[in-house]
């Protein structure tokens, strides 16, 4: 669950999280940092895997496999200076992260709390990961509280027709995002498979959202053109609309 934590969060951080909650290569990540863990447990070193300090190399700018390189050849050149560096307390390397915290709490503008049913499981989520030093156990209280308080709320509505509900449902976020489908959370390999076993083409759901979003983008550009102006000597003269 640290994982899951540290990845989402950095893919929302860069930028990269699609509509319905999904980023590009995300198989690809948990594998590659569940094979690390694995094989640093049998090497008995400390445990391979993505740390929310990466948010420090996203705050200077980087997106791609580059930062990462040149982090771990860092790394390797500070093995002949261990002595050196292990000297140095924490509270130098604080502030880094501190700014980095302060970057990424933002997103907490993107949180629904007019429900209270969300609200709840979002502070507890963000209270008890650095209280308990664990971003597990902030994900674990989140989808724990998260079940505990809509969860009656789910059933009693179902069991009553639709004729007990809350006051503000209406303010309630939908757990499914936009673009969600249950086919989205099998892997691709299993997709493909499954398009073939039925005849069909496999089309990736994240190079669908992709380029729904780039037309997004592209009309929303074209709608600022088009409402823009310019002055072209003889007075201030509106660009047609197109």
Same mark, same amino acid.
């Given at each position: 669950?640290?994982?899951?934590?540290?990845?989402?969060?950095?893919?929302?951080?860069?930028?990269?999280?699609?509509?319905?909650?999904?980023?590009?290569?995300? /198989?690809? !990540?948990?594998?590659?940092?569940?094979? %690390? @863990?694995?094989? *640093?447990?049998?090497? +008995? #070193?400390?445990?391979?895997? $993505?740390?929310?300090?990466?948010?420090?190399?996203?705050?200077?700018?980087?997106?791609?496999?580059?930062?990462?390189?040149?982090?771990?050849?860092?790394?390797?050149?500070?093995?002949?200076?261990?002595?050196?560096?292990?000297?140095?307390?924490?509270?130098?390397?604080?502030?880094?992260?501190?700014?980095?915290?302060?970057?990424?709490?933002?997103?907490?503008?993107?949180?629904?709390?007019?429900?209270?049913?969300?609200?709840?499981?979002?502070?507890? /989520?963000? !209270?008890?990961?650095?209280?308990?030093? %664990? @971003?597990?156990? *902030?994900?674990?209280? +989140? #989808?724990?509280?998260?079940? $505990?308080?809509?969860?009656?709320?789910?059933?009693?509505?179902?069991?009553?027709?639709?004729?007990?509900?809350?006051?503000?449902?209406?303010?309630?976020?939908?757990?499914?995002?936009?673009?969600?489908?249950?086919?989205?959370?099998?892997?691709?390999?299993?997709?493909?498979?499954?398009?073939?076993?039925?005849?069909?083409?496999?089309?990736?759901?994240?190079?669908?959202?992709?380029?729904?979003?780039?037309?997004?983008?592209?009309?929303?550009?074209?709608?600022?053109?088009?409402?823009?102006?310019?002055?072209?000597?003889?007075?201030?003269?509106?660009?047609?609309?197109?």
């Amino acid at each position: 669950m640290d994982t899951t934590g540290t990845l989402y969060s950095m893919a929302k951080f860069g930028g990269y999280m699609y509509k319905n909650g999904d980023f590009d290569g995300s /198989t690809a !990540a948990f594998l590659c940092d569940a094979t %690390s @863990i694995t094989v *640093g447990a049998v090497f +008995g #070193v400390p445990p391979v895997t $993505a740390f929310i300090e990466s948010g420090a190399g996203i705050t200077e700018g980087g997106r791609t496999g580059i930062t990462s390189i040149t982090t771990a050849f860092f790394f390797f050149i500070s093995l002949f200076f261990s002595p050196i560096f292990a000297s140095f307390p924490p509270w130098a390397t604080g502030p880094a992260l501190i700014v980095v915290g302060s970057m990424m709490v933002k997103s907490v503008r993107s949180i629904n709390w007019d429900y209270v049913g969300d609200a709840i499981p979002a502070f507890l /989520t963000i !209270a008890v990961m650095p209280l308990s030093y %664990s @971003i597990a156990y *902030g994900l674990i209280a +989140g #989808v724990g509280s998260y079940a $505990a308080i809509n969860g009656p709320v789910y059933l009693l509505e179902i069991l009553s027709g639709g004729r007990i509900t809350p006051d503000d449902k209406d303010l309630r976020e939908p757990w499914i995002t936009e673009g969600f489908t249950f086919e989205n959370v099998l892997p691709g390999w299993i997709q493909k498979m499954v398009c073939k076993m039925r005849g069909t083409i496999y089309v990736d759901p994240l190079d669908v959202i992709e380029e729904e979003e780039r037309l997004e983008r592209e009309a929303a550009l074209a709608a600022e053109h088009s409402d823009a102006k310019i002055d072209m000597g003889g007075g201030i003269h509106e660009i047609p609309k197109y």
